[in-house]
């Protein structure tokens, strides 16, 4: 069979990144140009900044991702591009030069959910293995998915309210912690004890998860420790905070693999960088004898490889878009 060689574009929020990927599973090489540095001084993503960024970076990111594969854009066989949920103004940056590309080559276009693509950084690990149970935690989802076969989705919990990397974003905020707040609150905790008299949240029967009510308790907490005057322990309050989120993200996870006899759990998202997660699901995972997937740190946050990787799978199932292709700011993966 003929290698399918994907050109892949993400831009859905804050990083401008390329990849080119063989067969849904070989990297050839990937650009990604963060603007954590930009919006850092915001205390978070600024959307109009990021898609003007975005239109700075994007030609600057294509011919560095040319040099770095040593491939000539003629040798791309199908053009893959996030087309949403994201920022709008960001995901119309990608889009637009996906269209271009597409048209100029010739090349089918492959519409690809952001969702889908954090999936598919763990099949540039190792190929996923059906059927699976999905962990999906970043900075706008925490939904536990079910999937009997490629490119099928079946959500069967969702966060009510915050997204879990959110809440984190949130609550380093709140502690006055650097933005983005998920790998300092993460770096603390593991130095922190848990002593902080924190919820546990949506500890229920469902699959859904709530982090909202965990936030406005450890802000509460922290206003009422400065009212007595009292030090706020920065390690115990992140230790104490990341030990309620990884509790009730791993019971549910693990419920879940047992009600819908899967084997097999792969973890995406942004949150899938959390040692405190990692280390939690690799010991439960160990002792139930079941198979974990977790993709390295690069993978984890926004890339292109990601959408290169679900792209390919799309493809083969006939998901390919025209030129009126737009951006959704809106989750439509699972139906
Ligand atoms: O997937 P991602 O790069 O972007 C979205 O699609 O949202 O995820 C970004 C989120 C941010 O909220 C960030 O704080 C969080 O992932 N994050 C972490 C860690 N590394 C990144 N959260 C907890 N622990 C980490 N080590
Ligand atoms: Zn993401």
Known sequence: MKDIYCLAIETSCDETSMSIIKNGCIEIATVVLTQIDIHKKFGGVVPEIASRSHIENITIVLEELLQKSKMKLEEIDIIGVTYGPGLIGSLLIGLETAKTLAMILDKPLIPVHHIAGHIYANNLEERLEFPLIALVVSGGHTDLIYMEKDYSFKKIGSTLDDAVGEAYDKVAKILGLPYPGGPVVDKYAKVGNDTYNLPYPLDDKSYNFSFSGLKSATLNLVHNEQSRNNKIRIEDMC?????????????????????????????????????????????????????????????????????????????????????????LATDTLYK
Do not use: H, W
């Open 239 to 327: 230790c104490s905070f990341q030990n309620r989120v990884v509790s009730v993200l791993t019971k549910k996870t693990m419920r879940a693999i047992e009600e819908y006899k899967v084997k097999n759990l792969i973890v995406a998202g942004g949150v899938a960088a959390n040692k405190g997660l990692r280390e939690e699901l690799t010991k439960l995972c160990i002792s139930k004898n079941i198979k974990l997937s977790i993709p390295r740190i690069n993978y984890c946050t926004d890339n292109a490889a990601m959408i290169g990787a679900a792209a390919y799978y799309a493809y083969k199932q006939g998901i390919i878009s025209d030129l009126q292709l737009n951006a």
